[in-house]
């Protein structure tokens, strides 16, 4: 999974981030899946091609992270980033969690349409529950009630 996430943000995005500055993927059991929290995954053929995940911030608010998906699997007709969407959310809202926030960085553009697409409204960093898990690249923040 790290090798995926990081090629993505390093080689295709330009993004000077390293395994070190994402503590989380050291361990996922203990960062991601507690509360209402979860990780998961996209396989083709045993490939991995995309991830998700999603971290209990308490008070029925949760943080969407870790949304990577392959060059040669991303766009409508693949369906892999809505199918991980969907996914989340169902287990979002069966979990009951009724907001969800993100951090993304203003590079990611697709991922600025795919999310306001999704509902997602932009908010401003200020907006951001106190418990919300900002990264250092992070620089576009969006917010969805689904309860």
Same mark, same amino acid.
Do not use: C
């Given at each position: 999974?790290?090798?995926?996430?990081?090629?993505?943000?390093?080689?295709?995005?330009? &993004?000077? &981030?390293?395994?070190?500055?994402?503590?989380?993927?050291?361990?996922?059991?203990?960062?991601?899946?507690?509360?209402?929290?979860?990780?998961? =995954?996209?396989?083709?053929?045993?490939?991995?091609?995309?991830?998700?995940?999603?971290?209990? &911030?308490?008070?029925?608010?949760?943080?969407?992270?870790?949304?990577?998906?392959?060059?040669?699997?991303?766009?409508?007709?693949?369906? =892999?980033?809505?199918?991980?969407?969907?996914?989340?959310?169902?287990?979002?809202?069966?979990?009951?969690?009724?907001?969800?926030?993100?951090?993304?960085?203003?590079?990611?553009?697709?991922?600025?349409?795919?999310?306001?697409?999704?509902?997602?409204?932009?908010?401003?960093?200020?907006?951001?529950?106190?418990?919300?898990?900002?990264?250092?690249?992070?620089?576009?923040?969006?917010?969805?009630? &689904?309860?």
């Amino acid at each position: 999974m790290l090798d995926l996430i990081l090629t993505i943000q390093r080689d295709e995005y330009g &993004i000077a &981030i390293t395994a070190q500055d994402q503590p989380d993927l050291s361990d996922i059991p203990a960062f991601y899946q507690s509360g209402t929290g979860d990780f998961w =995954v996209a396989q083709d053929d045993g490939r991995l091609v995309g991830t998700i995940a999603l971290r209990d &911030i308490g008070a029925g608010q949760a943080a969407l992270r870790k949304m990577f998906v392959v060059a040669s699997h991303r766009g409508r007709s693949a369906g =892999v980033a809505q199918a991980l969407l969907d996914t989340l959310m169902t287990e979002a809202r069966d979990r009951g969690v009724a907001q969800i926030w993100l951090g993304t960085t203003d590079r990611f553009l697709a991922a600025h349409r795919f999310y306001e697409k999704n509902g997602f409204g932009l908010v401003q960093p200020e907006a951001l529950p106190d418990r919300f898990p900002r990264m250092a690249v992070d620089s576009r923040f969006y917010g969805l009630r &689904i309860g």
